[in-house]
């Protein structure tokens, strides 16, 4: 059972552009939504996150936009770089236990 | 810098041997976590601790044992490793009420030959 679902599996934007990642989620009880990043031969990284009381979180050029009623939730990362190719994981968690469930990925490129 | 650290970066292991993979948090975190990680399926729990000499099944452990007997260090175990077990092992660590606090580690990329 996948209670985080993310698409697209794969993503290719040129320099410049806005990448766009997208997740669902079923159970109401998650309240905590996280993004990681992950590089080539590293772990991930946190990069951004975001409770459901707000619609959109902005840190640089990487946003979080919320949309509770629809349990939809959406990385965009505005004028990509070439040093954004990484796999972007989304996330979701309770504040019942300290378990992430998260999504399967995403494969983003850059083309320079 | 704080950090996660696993032991190897690369392992190469027959059908049928037992297996260790270590890790090592120096930020004196009581929750561990073994991850694999294989592409197209994401990240996926195989087994959790949250103190010392505690455990938990995860979403697969099954082939896979742990072991946690000082606070800092978690180790993964194959038990009687198999080719279906070749992945990425990524292992990660936080506090509680933090959970989106996870710290991993750089990870172990096992081949089972």
């Known amino acids: 059972q996948q209670q985080v679902k993310q698409s697209p599996q794969s993503l290719i934007v040129q320099k410049g552009g806005i990448s766009i990642i997208n997740c669902a989620y079923e159970n109401t009880a998650f309240d905590y939504f996280p993004w990681y990043q992950q590089f080539p031969g590293k772990g991930p990284a946190l990069l951004i996150a975001?409770?459901?009381?707000?619609s959109e979180k902005k840190e640089g050029r990487f946003t979080i936009s919320f949309n509770k009623s629809a349990k939809q939730f959406s990385l965009h990362i505005m004028d990509s770089q070439p040093g954004d190719s990484a796999t972007y994981f989304c996330a979701a968690t309770t504040n019942r236990d300290d378990k992430i469930i998260f999504g399967k990925g995403t494969r983003l490129h850059i083309l320079p | 810098d704080v950090k996660v650290t696993q032991s190897s970066r690369y392992l190469v292991k027959r059908t049928g041997e037992k297996v260790f993979l270590e890790c090592v948090q120096d930020m004196d975190h009581e929750n561990m976590f073994w991850y694999r990680q294989d592409p197209g399926l994401g990240l996926r729990l195989i087994y959790f601790?949250?103190?010392?000499?505690?455990?938990e099944k995860g979403d697969i452990p099954e082939g896979y044992s742990v072991s946690r007997e000082k606070k800092e260090r978690f180790s993964l175990i194959l038990e009687s490793a198999s080719t279906n077990q070749t992945s990425m092992y990524l292992c990660a660590s936080s506090e509680p009420g933090q959970p989106y606090g996870y710290t991993f580690g750089s990870g172990t990329r096992l081949t089972v030959v």
């Open positions: 975001i409770r459901p009381d707000v």
């Open positions: 601790s949250y103190d010392v000499k505690m455990k």
